[in-house]
């Protein structure tokens, strides 16, 4: 298939990109670069072997997406496209609606103006907002926090509001749990602008000297230590997950697939710790302050569903999600250069 990657130079976006090629697609990305940097296209075609064609645009630009469907010929769309910093979407909700919906809403329009039928979107495991039991199943209802994640429940109701409109769409849902970990050569990785919001890229920070210490949020929830726990899956492994979804989709004919990405296992703040000194062989020194507003004490995906329908799961260890971040961080302490690689 020729595929359109919208957000294919971010995060997971450039990883997909690698195994979408390695499956014997071919693809091509649109990205405005608000939170990627252009080194990483050198990289990918360094790794790929292969030219990376890539867009810089927003997908706000309907006409631009328009001539683009067209002229490459596309077949499907894997759409990461989106801002996803929970505070600062707390702090800018505006922004964030226009972002992320505005840019679907735009994709979703030039995709059925040129007959283009295949999307696999980028949701998360926040759209089962603050109570739900775990493991996590994809049968709970639905909620949110915070605008970003609101964004989230909402993009899945638009896509299943537009899939009733023709009968030849097909959706696929992908709810990630927490997508950690980088390409096993360290050329990519997670590089998030400022002050991480997430925990595996502070600890890698403060495991490369960056940061002096972590903050623990929290060690009195109702869990194995008192720490927050996660279901942490190897961007590797989640990767994979949309090339199986994308092939599923493209040879049945359910509108709407709705599928965890995640492994089963939750993982609490101290044992990522421990697995990445581990890792490492740094010590992570660390404080425990109060939680954090909205954080919640356990999610964890029940991913039967994504195993039996697609035969994925994820097989990456949480020792191996750190060893290959520790990889990535070490030979780029500063992340991505900003221009010449
Ligand atoms: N944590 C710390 N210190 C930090 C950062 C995080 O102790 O500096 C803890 C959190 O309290 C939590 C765990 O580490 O217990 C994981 O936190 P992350 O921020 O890495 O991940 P979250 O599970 O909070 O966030 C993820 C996604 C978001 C999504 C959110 C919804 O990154 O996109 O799940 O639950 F919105």
New binding site residues.
Partial sequence: MRVLVTGGAGYIGSHTVLQLLRAGHEVVVVDDFSNAKPTVVGRLEELAGQPVPVHAFDLADGDKLDVLLAQERIDAVVHFAGS?A?GESVAKPLDYYANNIGGTISLLRAMAQQRVWRIVFSS???VYGEHAPVPMTEDLPTSAT?P??WTKVMIEQILRDVAVTDERWRVALLRYF?PVGAHGSGRIGEDPSGI?????P?VAQVAVGRREE?????DDYDTVDG????DYIHVEDLAAGHVEALQWISEHDRAVSTWNLGTGRGSS?LQ?IGAFEQASGRTIPYRVAP??AG??AA?YADPARAERELGWRAERTLVDMCADTWRWQSTNPEGYPDGQD
């Avoid at 972590?214 to 929290?218: C, H, I, P, R, W």
């Fill in positions: 996803k929970v998360s495991a926040t915070n970003y994640g927490n991480p919001n997430n925990l595996m502070y972590l903050t623990v949020f929290g720490t927050g726990v996660r703040v990522v939680r954090r954080d919640i999610s």
